[in-house]
């Protein structure tokens, strides 16, 4: 802009020299032609008559010297002016060209930004799809290791019915045979027993149902944070990439 303002400058300067010379080519031309109709008067020549004080000396008008000198400003002016505008021409052409290679570097610089955006997106999307994978087996393996719990609590049901109701008949012995013997408590400690393996088992299904739903929990914020990045290389490769890959003007091409 700063430019274009001084070009417009220099544009003004050099229609006014242009406009003094053509009025003084003008003048000339016309001086010229009234001196050619002097050179030709001659005693017979129609029109000449008596112009009383014609003769006294005007000193308003120029003399040989001040007229040599008018024309000489105004060549000079214009050589002067022609010069600037050779001058102005090629910072213009400099500007045009500085501007130009600024535009093609910042270009290839975002093009270059762009691409190295994209392969660390891609390298952290292969990542989070590496570990989703890893995450989704272990969800497999803690629903399987999930069934196989309520299925060892579910087969526990079945030894711990026949040992209570073991007990549960043993005691309607009458009278004196109903003795705390070796199987009595041998019975009660097989109760015992399956009712702490049955707690320890719900414990461990407890635990494995928790570490399930935090498996889920993983999943999601995975397949979320995969969304993004799969929308992030949309935009950056095929939007914002796609649109770059010829230069948005052309080279230009220096004048000889």
Do not use: Y
Not at 24 to 33: E, H, L
């Amino acid at each position: 802009r700063n430019t274009i303002e001084r070009a417009n400058v220099q544009l003004g300067l050099n229609r006014a020299a242009q406009h003094d010379l053509e009025r003084d080519s003008s003048d000339k031309f016309n001086a010229q032609n009234l001196d050619e109709q002097c050179f030709g008067m001659r005693n017979q020549s129609r029109g000449i008559a008596f112009h009383n004080g014609v003769q006294r000396v005007d000193r308003t008008v120029s003399v040989p010297e001040s007229w040599a000198k008018f024309s000489n400003d105004n060549i000079q002016r214009s050589q002067s002016e022609r010069a600037a505008s050779k001058q102005m021409r090629n910072e213009i052409e400099s500007v045009l060209n500085s501007c130009a290679n600024e535009m093609w570097q910042e270009w290839n610089s975002v093009n270059v930004a762009l691409n190295q955006r994209i392969q660390e997106t891609t390298d952290a999307r292969n990542r989070l799809q590496t570990h989703l994978s890893k995450v989704l087996q272990e969800i497999f393996d803690m629903e399987k290791n999930i069934e196989l719990l309520k299925k060892a609590i579910q087969d526990k049901q079945a030894p711990m019915q026949v040992a209570q109701t073991r007990l549960d008949t043993r005691i309607r012995r009458p009278n004196v045979e109903l003795c705390r013997d070796p199987v009595q408590h041998r019975l009660v400690e097989e109760v015992g027993e399956i009712s702490e393996t049955v707690e320890s088992l719900q414990a461990k299904l407890r635990m494995a149902e928790n570490s399930l739903q935090e498996l889920l929990r993983t999943k999601a914020s995975l397949e979320q944070d995969l969304s993004i990045k799969n929308n992030s290389l949309f935009i950056d490769r095929e939007k914002c990439l796609g649109m770059r890959k010829t230069f948005p003007m052309s080279p230009r091409v220096v004048s000889v």
